[in-house]
């Protein structure tokens, strides 16, 4: 028998956890990480292509498939005439199967489905797909499946999409009006009456593609009689067993979703239908099929939700915000694929971190011929935190304070509630099931001007007349955001072997956020071993370790708890083993730095592992859930996770162009695991929120997505950061993660838009409302370009 | 893409022409046929099984499949693979070795200059063609140079520091 000794260097003398380096970095700077199209596939693996639709709007008179069938390399068809059988109605909704009982209720219709059917409802729908023995015969035979169409007329707009007389999208339907929400509290009417000015704004947000580097979202499948394999990069991987069931008749655990490195998902990475078309040619050659998306695919496969925000604000004598009034359109693109999730999102952030004695929002999405929209960063956040923060500017000045000041006497302070009881879709609720304010905006207004080395004062006039060429400006904005909402209950499982090593088994996917070393970090520490002692795995769901997946800020409270709960009860386990192996009585032996212990004597995990005669592997489990609650508005929430971000911007008042030249962004992590990964967090974020906000545009015309490349569509690159670019952590250890953690990856992102548009209007008083700030509309806005 | 050496495509539908390529991946011989429109990145990711070079926007818009020709940095998806012929190539596997990191590469491990990794290849490999022409490049030229590389985890100050680290590292070397 060996008995790998795992020496463990004192604490002094170990890496510094929370700022070491990450394991994960490694295998990605030497090549060696495998992303999904890096998997050697199993032998027989075929290659699939998608026909997708040209039109954004048409009805499929017929499919002829033959010559794609006859020709040589072909081994799977399937289309609306090729079905072997299934339904092509399934619905394919990320939600859907586990729809909550108010989504239910308004029977929601407008899913997209499996296949297209009897329309295509955007400019890459999928008609057909076709699966051969190589990529260039897959795709040159999915080229030559002929499909006849009756073109129909497409709508690009909500305006247009709920137009008297406008063309149906889902005719079962009877309406492009996919889904209505509201939220409301106090007396809207006492609260104007109250008012001695009123404001109004209308803010909008456009179409933009999370774009990851690596494509959405490809998959590479195996129909088995005994079991199914997907492989693939989505955030939530039990998202696609309902699904399966569902198609084939199949039981869940019959499924097996196994997940690699993942490149950048930021919403994007989610459940297609294409996984599950190619799953139906896997059944139908009985060979494995490979399905890798193109970039310009993965631009038709997800977006964000356009949004037009009206509001309407009154503010009271004294400088206190005393009614807001919302009214939110939502295009939710071709399908019913982010609806409800985004237009509720947008509507429980539509009054920002403000406290409100009078507040409404009614919501309304509809569809349109465009990409499906679904989640993005900070879903339905980064919309409504533009508006609601250009606003307060807007109220601000208005009434002659200055905005800096004005947000700090409007802002919810720590230990207070949104209000007392709220009204969801009309249904009251306790408003008070959601956290109090865990965090001091006053401390994160503080960071943010300090960031950028400002006093946090705007200007009073406007500075710009008709001899000025550059004009600079600074601006401040706030973000609200909940923390670690929903999802079912975690689990987590934590094993030792004999080499004494400790393996995390879960199903949080990491899409580069750090979540793997994030949960070594917090096994390393709960154990009190060195961080390389624990290894991460990858998901895979056939170890049923239930998560409802990397999003919505979750992961470090949910998964972080469940692995800390799990490796609590790993002590537990090797306290029995150290008893059996070593004697003594179990409740002697306790961990102490890493090391089994009991009467000065001590073993390390790898030597009371050893000790067992034949093979064991000590095996504990953890489970966290978050609080539960009957309140449709936030439904179970952990905690708030708000930001604040300042920026100094240059506007060039001949080209129209805007330079970010200080750009300062804080968040609250409670306590960063990682803070490297977290700084990189709160940076990336904004640096995905520099693009969104100045240049990209999903832009439609002429029936078409235009701007479906990295062509046509303008991405940052580093020449757009700016020269000043610092991020800021507020660390009171206070959050309910482990050592005291929040959620705080989408902190960052929304508070761009509103940061650079207040900048610009403390520049030239001329008040940007419409994302992306391009040269043109900046020209236009400042008179200098006519309409 | 499934090009067999007979000059057809694996379904033998279509015969495309070849061409005989004798070049140096990674230090190493390699020779084969290639088709004439095969991409390098194709060749070094389906042929040569080298993965680390990444395939995104399939475009030479992003930098992500970059790899180094003749100490060129070059967007393998747009530079046809028979052009490799007589010249040599070095992709993110041949930088570095057993006994060590490049210096480029522990600076990104230090300074976190990846998060989902999926551009890092080609970041490491655009900087190390800007350090082989400008081995202690300014601020400006690290900007300029390395805009045709697009991490969209927005790591651009941690892989512009990185950069200059390493760039230090070559000059302490000497
Ligand atoms: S994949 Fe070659 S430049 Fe983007
Ligand atoms: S690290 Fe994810 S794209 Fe650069």
């Given amino acids: 028998m060996t008995t790998p000794v795992d020496a463990i260097p004192p604490a002094s003398e170990r890496p510094e956890p929370w700022s070491g380096e990450r394991a994960d970095t490694l295998a990605k700077v030497t090549g060696k990480a495998k992303y999904l199209d890096d998997l050697d596939p199993p032998d027989g693996t075929l290659h699939a292509a998608a026909l997708r639709s040209p039109y954004s709007h048409a009805r499929i008179v017929s499919i002829d498939s033959s010559k794609a069938e006859a020709y040589p390399g072909v081994r799977g068809v399937f289309h609306r005439d090729r079905l072997d059988g299934l339904d092509a109605h399934l619905p394919i909704v990320e939600h859907h199967l586990g729809l909550k009982p108010w989504e239910k209720a308004k029977g929601l219709t407008g899913e997209q489905h499996l296949i297209a059917v009897d329309k295509v409802r955007f400019h890459g729908d999928i008609v057909a797909m076709v699966a051969a023995d190589d990529l260039r015969t897959a795709r040159a035979a999915a080229g030559m499946i002929e499909v006849d169409y009756e073109v129909l007329s497409p709508l690009f707009s909500f305006s247009d999409a709920i137009a008297p007389g406008a063309p149906i999208l889902h005719e079962d339907l009877g309406t492009n009006v996919a889904f209505e929400d509201s939220l409301e509290w106090g007396d809207l009417e006492a609260g104007f009456e109250m008012a001695e000015t009123i404001v109004e704004g209308e803010f909008s947000a456009g179409n933009v593609y999370h774009h990851p580097m690596e494509p959405a979202t490809s998959c590479l499948v195996r129909y088995g009689e005994s079991s199914i394999d997907v492989w693939t990069s989505v955030s939530k991987a039990f998202s696609i067993e309902p699904h399966v069931a569902a198609l084939f008749g199949v039981a869940p655990e019959q499924v097996r979703v196994q997940i690699p490195d993942i490149g950048g998902g930021f919403g994007a990475k989610q459940l297609a239908p294409s996984m599950l078309i190619a799953l139906a040619l896997s059944r139908q050659t009985g060979r494995p099929v490979r399905y890798l998306v193109t970039n310009e695919e993965g631009f038709r496969s997800n977006s964000r939700h356009a949004m037009v925000y009206r509001g309407r604000m009154g503010i009271d004598g004294l400088g206190q915000i005393v009614a807001l009034d919302v009214d939110l359109e939502v295009d939710t693109g071709a399908y019913y694929t982010g609806a409800t999730i985004a237009t509720h999102n947008a509507c429980i952030s539509a009054w920002g971190c403000y406290k409100i004695p009078a507040f409404r929002v009614r919501a309304r999405a509809a569809f349109t011929n465009k990409v499906p929209a679904g989640p993005f960063r900070a879903t339905g956040k980064t919309q409504t935190t533009f508006a609601v923060e250009s606003l307060i500017d807007v109220a601000a000045r208005r009434v002659g304070i200055d905005p800096t000041e004005f947000r700090r006497r409007n802002v919810i302070q720590r230990g207070e509630y949104i209000t007392d009881t709220w009204r969801v879709r009309g249904e009251e609720f306790s408003a008070k099931t959601t956290p109090p304010m865990d965090s001091d905006f006053e401390e994160l207004i503080e960071r943010a001007v300090d960031a950028i080395g400002w006093d946090g004062v705007s200007a009073t006039q406007p500075r710009f007349d008709a001899d000025t060429t550059v004009a600079r400006g600074r601006g401040l904005a706030l973000s609200f955001r909940h923390g670690s909402q929903g999802g079912g209950r975690t689990y987590a499982m934590v094993t030792v072997d004999r080499d004494g090593k400790v393996r995390v088994l879960h199903n949080a996917p990491d899409l580069g956020t750090g979540v793997y070393n994030m949960l070594r970090i917090v096994a390393a520490e709960t154990l009190g071993l060195p961080v390389d002692a624990v290894e991460v795995a990858f998901p895979d769901t056939s170890n049923r370790l239930s998560f409802e997946g990397t999003s919505a800020q979750r992961t470090t409270v949910q998964m972080g708890r469940a692995t800390q709960d799990a490796c609590e009860n790993l002590k537990r386990e090797l306290a029995i083993a150290a008893f059996q192996v070593f004697g003594g009585a179990a409740e002697d032996w306790t961990l102490v730095d890493g090391r089994v212990s009991r009467n000065g004597v001590s073993y390390s995990l790898g030597e009371v592992v050893s000790g067992f005669q034949g093979h064991v592997t000590l095996k504990a489990l953890g489970s966290y859930s978050y609080a539960p609650s009957e309140d449709k508005a936030f439904g179970g929430l952990d905690h708030w996770a708000p930001g604040a971000a300042a920026a100094e911007v240059e506007v060039d008042l001949e080209t129209g162009e805007i330079r970010i030249l200080r750009y300062g962004a804080v968040a609250d992590a409670g306590k960063a695991i990682h803070g490297p990964s977290t700084h990189a967090q709160v940076l990336g974020g904004a640096v995905l929120g520099i693009g969104i906000s100045l240049f990209e545009d999903l832009i439609y015309a002429d029936g078409q997505l235009l701007t479906s490349d990295a062509i046509q569509y303008r991405l940052p690159t580093m020449r757009d950061i700016p020269p000043h670019f610092v991020s800021s952590l507020v660390e009171n250890e206070d959050g309910p993660g482990p050592f005291g953690s929040k959620g705080m990856s989408q902190t960052s992102i929304p508070c761009v838009a509103p940061a650079v548009a207040n900048a610009v209007a403390d520049a030239i008083g001329v008040r940007l409302t419409d994302t992306p700030f391009t040269p043109e509309k900046v020209l236009r806005a400042t008179g200098r370009l006519g309409s | ?174």
Wanted: with cysteine.
């Fill in chain 2, 1 to 174: 893409m499934g090009i067999n050496p007979s000059g057809h495509n694996e379904a033998g539908t279509e015969t495309v022409q070849l061409r005989d390529v004798t070049t140096t991946i990674n230090g190493v011989e390699w020779s084969g046929r290639v088709a004439i429109e095969e991409v390098l990145l194709d060749l070094l990711r389906t042929r040569i099984r080298l993965t680390g070079t990444k395939r995104s926007c399939e475009s030479a818009v992003c930098g992500a499949c970059t790899v180094l020709v003749d100490g060129q940095p070059i967007s393998s998806c747009a530079f046809l693979a028979f052009e490799i012929d007589g010249r040599s190539v070095v992709t993110i596997e041949g930088v570095g070795s057993d006994a060590g990191l490049d210096p480029l590469q522990e600076a990104f491990v230090r300074n976190l200059g990846a998060q989902c990794g999926y551009c890092t290849p080609g970041q490491i490999m655009s900087a190390k063609g800007l350090l082989l022409r400008s081995p202690t490049p300014t601020d400006e030229e690290i900007r300029e140079w390395m805009s045709g590389n697009i991490c969209r985890c927005g790591c651009y100050s941690a892989i512009a520091t990185s950069i200059r680290e390493a760039s230090d590292a070559s000059t302490e070397r000497g």
